[in-house]
Structures are given as C-alpha cells and as structure tokens.
C-alpha cells in the first residue's frame, strides 16, 4: 500500500468516526449496507475511469454510456430478449464504443478529451431519441429472479453490487500492478516516447485502455438499470464521469498519467459515497452536496500536492547533506 | 540601455547550484566585462548550461553572489537579466514556426502603432532588415520561419539577441549547425560586438573558434573553475588538457577490434527527413562505428528508422541476412537491435519510476509468467546491472530522476543490455555526463565490441568519434559522404566529408 493510500484511509475512517459520534445510525445494518450497495455502484465505474486516466487519458462519455446502454438492456429485457443474452450484446457493445473512442485517438490522433466529450454528447442524444425522451422501464409486475438475485440481491446482509465490485477492484489491482500489462499502463502514461523507444507497442496498450474502460462501465450500466429499473435518459448517470474522475484523483491518480493505485481509487469511491452519507445524516441541505464533495477534494488534492513538496525537499536536503556542504 | 555609453561589468562570485544527486556548480567565479569576449569552455556536463542559466535568472544559485553593475544580487531573475542587457543564443532552437521572421525577431517587443496599439509592421521589419544584413543573413523579414534551415534559424536565434540592443550576448554552441563560411560570418559579428562595447560569452566545443576571438578563456571541469587563460595562454593543447583534467589519450584507450562476420546490410534506405537520400551501409560484429556530421545531418533519422521508430519511406535492412519488418521496435529488438537514444530524459527513461522498473521494461516479457511480472527476477536484474555497470545509487527503488546524467545513461545501458543485444545503438551516448562517467562507457563499449557486439555511435563530439570509433562514416544533409578508417581518421577529415 503507498503512503498516499494510507492517508487516504486515514481520512475514511477519521471522518466515518466524527459521523458516527454525532449520528450512530452510520453504523446501523441498514445504512451500512444502502452505503455499501453505493459504493459498489460507484465504484465499478470509477475503477474502469481509472484505467484511462494512467494512460494520461481521460474519459467523459461514462455517464452517457450508461445512460444508453441501460436503455437498451431494459428495453431489451422487455421485450422478451433472454437477459443474459441482452447483457452479452450490452458488453458487446461497450467494447465496441471503447474500440472506436481508442481507435480515434490513436490512429485519427485526436485528444481523448475531445473525443470522449463528443461521445458523452452523442450517446446521450441516442438514448433521449431511443426512447423518444420518454422513460424505459419494465411492464408492471414483470420480474426476472435471477438477474435481480444477481445484480441487486444481497447475500448476508452484502449488497452484490459491493461483492462485484470487490471482484472488479481485485482483478483490477493485479492486472494494473501486477502484471506486465499494467506496468505498460503506467509507462504509456508517463512518457509516450520512452515507452515506444522500450519496444512497447503505445497504441495497442492505449486501445486497450478504452476498451476495458468502455466493457467496466458497460457492466456498471446494467447494475445501475436494475438498481434504478427504469432509465429516466435525460437524467440516468449524469455527471457520473465527473464522479469517476474525482476519485481516481482522490485516490492519487494524476490527469498527467503514470500514477496511482487501484486501492487509492476504491478508497476515494468509499470516500465520496461517505461524504454523500454525511450529507443526509448530519441534515446539512442536501443542495450543499456537491459543494461539500467537491471541497474535500480539493483539500485533499493540496494536502497531497504541499506534503509531496514537503518530501521532495527533505529528500534534496538529504542528497546535499550526503554530498557533502561545500564550506 | 547602449552597450558603448554604458558598458556591462559583471561578476559571479563563489557561485554554487546543487541538485539531488549531484553539485552542478561549486563555488564558481567568473567576470566579464563591455568590450570583452570571454570563452567559456567544458566538457559536457562541466556545468556551463548551469552557469548560463544562472546568468539568465532561471535557475537561483544555493550559494554565492551575482554582482552586476557594483551591486550584488542573490539570484537574478528573467526580468532582471533583461533589464541588465543580458542576451541569449540558445544552443537548442525554438522558434515559433506559426510566426514569421519578423514576428520571431520582435518577439514580446512589437511595435505598436495607433489607438488601439495595432501592430506596426512595417516599422517591425524595418528594424530587422539592418540585423538581417549584418549577419549575412539569406532570408527576408517576411519569410516564414517554417522553411529555415537549422543554421538560419540559428542566425534567427542570433538576430533575436542583437535587436535588443543587448549589453552582454551569451552564445551557446552557435555554430554547432553552420557552415565554415557562416561560422567565420559569426565570428566577424562577435569581433564587431566587442567593438562596439558589447560584452561576449561564447560557449563552444569548438576550439579554434575560442583561438580566433577569445581575449579569455574560462574553463570549468566537474562544476568548478579548473583555471583561466589569458589571450597570450590560449592554445588548444592547453585548454585540453585544462578541461579534461588528465591525457586526452587515456580517456580513450582503443583496441583495435577483429571486424567480424557482417551482421547489419543497410540497402538504400530513405528516411521521412531526407526522402531523396538512400543510404547503404553495412556493419560487422565486434567493430564501432562512428557516425559523424553536423547536427541535422541525418543521423539520428537513420538511428529512429533502423529502430522502427519512425516510418521508412524505402530501402531494406538485414539483420544476419533476414529482412527487418519496417516500422516496428518490437521486431527491431527482437532481431537484437537496441537504441540508446539521444535525448536521455525524454526517450531513453521513465524519469519518476524507479532504476529497477526502468531496467527491467524491455524484458518484462521474459520476466513473467501469464502475463504476471516475477518481481523477484526484475530485482535481481537490476541488482546484477549494477554491479556490471557500477551504477552508483541510494536505492534501486528511487527514482531515476535522482540519479547523475552518467549513471542515468548507465541505467538505459542497463535496460539494453538485458536484451542481450547484437547490434546496439548509441546516440550521443556521452552528451551531458562527467569525464569519469564518460571514461565508463567507453569502456563498456569498448568490452562489448571485444564480445562481438556490433556498434553504432552516433556523437557530434570529434575528438570521441576519433578516439573511439574503428571506421567512421562522415553524413551531410542525409547522405553518407564518406567512410573514413583508422589511418584517415583526423578532424579536418571529417569536416571536410561533414560540410560537403
């Protein structure tokens, strides 16, 4: 674990403490687990932005994507389409959007902010006609034991989605810190031009990015439709790009590229799901949400930034003490 | 401010600047005054970047005092160079392409016209016209930037100087992509300077440039002042020796290497640079050899286009008589190729990962076992490495940022010698490390080639391609112009071949 990581945790479990000192019902089964079935929801998404953002990339079009996708596989779903062949065609077709945003910006060399920002343009559009603006929902009464078993049900107490989403982060840090495509990630993303002149080949590992980016929110799409069972797609996943990027960041992922863990961002999901708890059950108005969240990250962002300074001149302080002071 | 009313007279006293890893300058002092030209001269990695930065308040000195004018400054800033009359020629050229002659002439001081300050200009290019014609130059005001040759816009780079009216003008290696004819032109420019009361520090490799203008030599080795030579003292012996610190010769100790079977048949390959310029050339197991030419000889384009970096446009390349697949690194490593490349911080290494993540890169794949890195394996490669190479560092585990310049080009040797190459590629292997450091790869270059190793050495330094190479093949303007061997190896050789 980095010692950013550790920090973060600290501030998880400093703030869960002053939350459960003030209202005990934090800790209650009920509100543990409506926290944790978030979280897992969340944080699905924000682990697949994660692995766009090591490659110094970005991606916006998350929230539009799951937007689309949910429309589709509820539409599907309710129209007779077997559901494990609907959420096959609906990862199919995360793949493909993760291919065309990767092949756009490597070979097209566009700027994945521009692309990904049409995209969130363009699928939100697609979806809003889809269903000609109204909402896609199930017929009353229909049920589907199984998939809701699977995508909603508990086990324990344990909400699946925060089990899918343990799954998700562990694959998710063996792959990025453990093996030899992960550490092509990182080099990808902190310096392009050494990394094709180490023999890695940068586009593949950059497509690949996108892809495994665009499969993850695809799966997020169809947890978040059943949670939901209807998709609103004027409104389903809005700002939720924006949500995935601020915990990558909190979890010490740099917009540059090259840097982070996959601990740091489930600790900055946890963490931004902790504040939204904070919101409701201390009675702040629920209007400050966003301001609220948005402030810890920022402070969270400068005490990283001064406490990195803070080590890099005591680490040049050391090199000068060991060369020796001249005079 | 006019140099001749008001010249410069400026010190730097006990000037000392440490970096992590390493003392850039240690008590250095040095003095210039209007109407002086002072050559400043070092081996790479001597510290006189370091000094000129200072100079130019880039870069605030720990220690020391700058003492301008009888007043003593701490550290200069940009904006205080400036209104001291400091001007620069930088060695590396970054014009603004979008801009035109004038533009880029006048920079951050256009002239401005009207209410609402419109740009006058005419009344710009009026002004540069005069510079232009002083320093011979061939291109117009209006001329796009775009279409210069790398020694117009090196004369840009000096016309940009002149046309503040500059008190002290610092050249940094001006003539390493001129001509002789325009390099005498510049020297003409730099004795019309002194005339006019204008101070001159004039940093170059070039030694007999120092001879024909210098009033002084200031000479740095390892960061700190290794003497000064009066106009009477200045030789180019002498000043050898000075900023080598010891016998040239032994600094290069050549064997002479058996030249092996060939391993490398270039057959006329075209590079993007230079589309009209096939070039053939072969290389043999166990033999260096150099490849000499002014900077945008083509060089570095072969060096890329072998490596699969950049595209070729035509031409084929055997390795061992099997055909090298274009356009891939991946192949070229795997038919034994490896490239130490030129600019070490942006291409050869991940500055912020660690030595041992950076040695192992390339050979991940062969480290691991579906796919998962065998980090064992990585730590004991880079531990080997560093015993091979002395690789001097605190941790393997620290970033290669901290390392010296000589151990960080011993870290990318490292990442290419796991490969076990059998062609290797080294392009200006030794720019910016110390005499010691650069004494090391050598040496290492030198063992390698007794192992069979086939070597390329890319160097712009002539007294290394010299004392190095077995052959050398001398570029001009993206063709070879000549392949020079042991007994016709002599500097004015190949800057004959070089200029041709």
């Known amino acids: ?327 | 401010m006019n140099a001749t009313t008001n010249p410069i007279d400026l010190r730097l006293e006990d000037v000392t600047k440490i970096y992590p890893g390493a003392i850039a300058l240690s008590e250095v002092s040095l003095s210039i005054r209007g109407g002086e030209v002072v050559g400043l001269i070092g081996e790479n990695g001597a510290g006189k970047s370091t000094l000129m930065n200072v100079l130019g308040g880039t870069i605030a000195p720990d220690a020391g005092a700058i003492v301008a004018d009888g007043q003593s400054h701490a550290a200069l800033t940009p904006a205080q160079a400036i209104e001291l009359g400091i001007a620069f020629v930088h060695q590396e050229l970054n014009p603004f392409t979008n801009l035109d002659v004038t533009g880029n002439v006048l920079l951050g001081r256009e002239i401005r016209t009207g209410l609402f300050g419109r740009i006058d200009r005419t009344a710009m290019e009026q002004r540069v016209q005069p510079i232009l014609t002083r320093l011979g130059a061939r291109f117009s005001p209006r001329d796009p930037v775009l279409g210069l040759s790398l020694a117009d816009q090196q004369l840009l780079e000096i016309a940009k100087a002149l046309a503040v009216d500059a008190r002290l003008v610092i050249l940094d290696e001006p003539t390493s992509s001129l001509t002789l004819s325009e390099t005498q032109r510049l020297l003409e420019v730099v004795t019309d300077l002194r005339r006019e009361g204008v101070a001159v520090l004039f940093i170059t490799h070039r030694l007999n440039e120092i001879e024909q203008v210098a009033d002084r030599v200031v000479v740095l080795r390892d960061g700190k002042n290794a003497g000064d030579l009066g106009r009477a003292e200045i030789g180019r012996d002498r000043m050898v020796q000075m900023m080598v610190g010891r016998d040239v010769k032994r600094l290069y100790q050549r064997k002479a290497h058996e030249a092996g079977a060939p391993v490398l048949q270039i057959t006329d390959l075209r590079t993007q640079t230079y589309p009209e310029s096939p070039v053939t050339l072969a290389l043999h197991g166990g033999e260096i050899l150099g490849l000499a030419g002014l900077v945008g000889a083509g060089r570095t384009e072969i060096a890329r286009a072998l490596f699969g970096i950049d595209p070729v446009l035509g031409g084929t390349v055997h390795v061992r008589d099997r055909l090298l697949p274009q356009n891939s690194v991946a192949a070229a490593i795997a038919a034994g190729i490896s490239l130490v490349p030129e600019d070490r911080k942006a291409q050869g290494l991940f500055l912020e990962f660690s030595i041992s993540d950076n040695i192992s890169m390339p050979s991940l794949a062969r480290m691991s076992s579906r796919g998962r890195i065998n980090r064992k394996a990585e730590l004991a490669l880079a531990e080997s490495s560093r015993n091979r190479l002395s690789i001097k560092a605190a941790s393997l585990r620290g970033p290669a940022a901290e390392l010296s310049g000589g151990n960080q080009q011993k870290v990318v040797l490292a990442k290419w010698l796991a490969m076990e190459p059998a062609i290797i590629i080294f392009d200006e292997p030794t720019r910016g490390i110390d005499v010691g450091a650069k004494a090391e790869v050598y040496g290492l270059m030198q063992a390698l080639a007794d192992r069979g190793v086939a070597i390329v050495m890319i160097s712009s330094d002539m007294e290394e391609v010299i004392g190095v190479s077995d052959r050398v093949a001398v570029m001009s303007k993206g063709r070879i112009t000549g392949i020079l061997n042991q007994e016709q190896l002599t500097e004015e050789a190949i800057l004959r071949l070089a200029v041709e």
């Not at chain 1, 929801?41 to 996708?69: D, Q």
């Not at chain 1, 344990?158 to 343990?166: G, M, Q």
């Not at chain 1, 797609?233 to 540059?256: D, K, M, Q």
């Not at chain 1, 402030?295 to 001064?306: C, E, H, N, P, R």
Request: contains cysteine.
């Open chain 1, 1 to 327: 674990m980095l010692r950013k990581d550790l920090g973060l945790a600290t501030l998880v479990v400093t703030v869960g403490f002053v939350v459960a000192l003030i209202n005990p019902r934090f800790l209650s089964p009920v509100n543990l687990a409506n926290t944790a079935n978030l979280i897992g929801l969340f944080g699905l998404f924000s682990i697949a932005e994660a692995f766009v953002i090591v490659t110094a990339g970005i991606e916006l079009s998350v929230g539009s994507v799951i937007a689309l996708l949910g429309v589709l596989f509820i539409d599907m779903i309710a129209n007779g389409v077997p559901w494990p062949v609907a959420a096959l065609i609906v990862l199919a077709l995360g793949a493909v959007i993760g291919l065309l945003h990767g092949w756009l910006i490597t070979r097209l060399r566009l700027q994945p902010f521009v692309v990904t920002l049409c995209g969130l343009l363009i699928y939100r559009g697609t979806a809003r006609f889809y269903t000609a603006d109204g909402t896609a929902g199930f017929k009353f009464g229909s049920s589907f034991p199984t998939l809701e078993w699977l995508v909603t049900g508990r086990t324990w107490g344990v909400p699946h989605s925060a089990v899918a989403f343990l799954f998700v982060a562990v694959l998710a840090w063996f792959v990025l810190h453990r093996t030899v495509f992960g550490r092509h990630l990182f080099a990808v993303g902190k310096n392009e031009e050494a990394a094709r002149y180490s023999g890695i080949n940068t586009r593949r590992v950059i497509v690949s990015a996108y892809v495994i980016c665009a499969v993850l929110t695809a799966v997020s799409a169809i947890f978040f439709a059943m949670y939901t069972r209807s998709v609103q797609p004027s409104s389903h996943g809005n700002f939720y790009e924006l949500y995935g990027i601020a915990a990558a960041v909190l979890g010490g992922f740099s917009l540059r590229g090259g840097e982070g863990s996959i601990v740091g961002v489930c600790l900055g999901v946890i963490l931004l799901q902790e504040l939204q708890n904070l919101v409701n059950l201390l009675g702040i108005p629920s209007s400050l949400n966003f301001a609220v969240m948005g402030s810890v990250i920022l402070f969270g962002v400068i005490a990283d930034t001064q406490f990195d300074r803070y080590r890099t001149a005591k680490r040049h302080a050391a090199t000068r003490a060991s060369l020796g002071k001249p005079r």
